[in-house]
């Protein structure tokens, strides 16, 4: 008997001394587990990365302008360096300067015609930065749909599994199936989340883009309201 209990600790420190091997499954491998929408997922987050990434650098490129622009403007105008003026905003790829640009071209036509050109303007250049806007608002609000729906099949499908294996049903069967399933979730909302955020900051730059745009357009009038001083450099007058 006492031979027996010695054999059966023995076993029992055996068994323990067994590392227990752990599965892990890597980004990759959970990726391909999520099926075929995971790969359509993985495409809305390029379109999103490279939406964001493009209006970044043009909303980032159109804020370069010097603070003492107005300024410049406002001394060529008043000495009638219209070429000038006109050469400055050309320096400057940025929705202000081509407004200014607009109206200066403009000039010595009725003020109402000036303004309605320079508003005009302005609306071809606010579609212009919000161009690609709706896409990304797609991406954010379609892709956590995208995943669900990837969720739901993989659910219908263990089900069905299970339906399949009939009495011998095992519960790895179920939580095998679910946790796959649950992938595509996890992918929609992570490429939702993104392009949301993404989507909130560029409106927000845009606004205050446009806020400049239309406090320069009120600037750019009340300097055509104001009287000129000196007569208008011949040699560097523009006909209109």
């Not at 059966?8 to 068994?15: C, E, I």
């Not at 300024?71 to 060529?76: E, L, M, Q």
């Not at 905003?89 to 607009?102: F, G, H």
């Not at 399933?181 to 606004?207: D, E, K, P, R």
């Amino acid at each position: 008997m006492l031979f027996n209990l010695l054999q059966s600790g023995l076993d029992a420190m055996s068994v323990e001394a067994v590392p227990q091997q752990e599965m892990t499954l890597s980004f990759f491998d959970l990726f391909l587990k999520g099926g075929a929408l995971m790969w359509v997922l993985l495409a809305l987050s390029f379109v999103a990365i490279y939406i964001f990434g493009k209006k970044w650098w043009m909303i980032r490129q159109a804020g370069k302008i010097d603070k003492n622009f107005m300024n410049d403007i406002h001394d060529y105008l008043h000495e009638g360096k219209i070429k000038s003026a006109v050469t400055l905003c050309q320096k400057y790829d940025s929705p202000v300067a081509r407004l200014v640009e607009k109206g200066i071209e403009r000039i010595g036509r009725p003020l109402s015609d000036i303004q309605t050109a320079v508003e005009n303007m302005g609306n071809v250049e606010v579609a212009r930065l919000e161009k690609g806007l709706p896409i990304l608002a797609t991406v954010a609000g379609g892709a956590p749909m995208i995943g669900f729906l990837g969720t739901v099949m993989g659910m219908v499908q263990a089900f069905f599994n299970m339906a399949q294996a009939g009495n011998n049903i095992d519960i790895t069967l179920l939580s095998g199936g679910i946790y796959v399933a649950m992938v595509t979730t996890v992918g929609g909302l992570i490429v939702g989340i993104i392009a949301y955020f993404g989507y909130n900051w560029l409106t927000s730059q845009i606004s205050d883009l446009v806020f400049k745009m239309e406090s320069t357009i009120i600037d750019f009038m009340d300097l055509l309201h104001e009287p000129a001083d000196g007569k208008e450099d011949t040699e560097e007058s523009m006909e209109f």
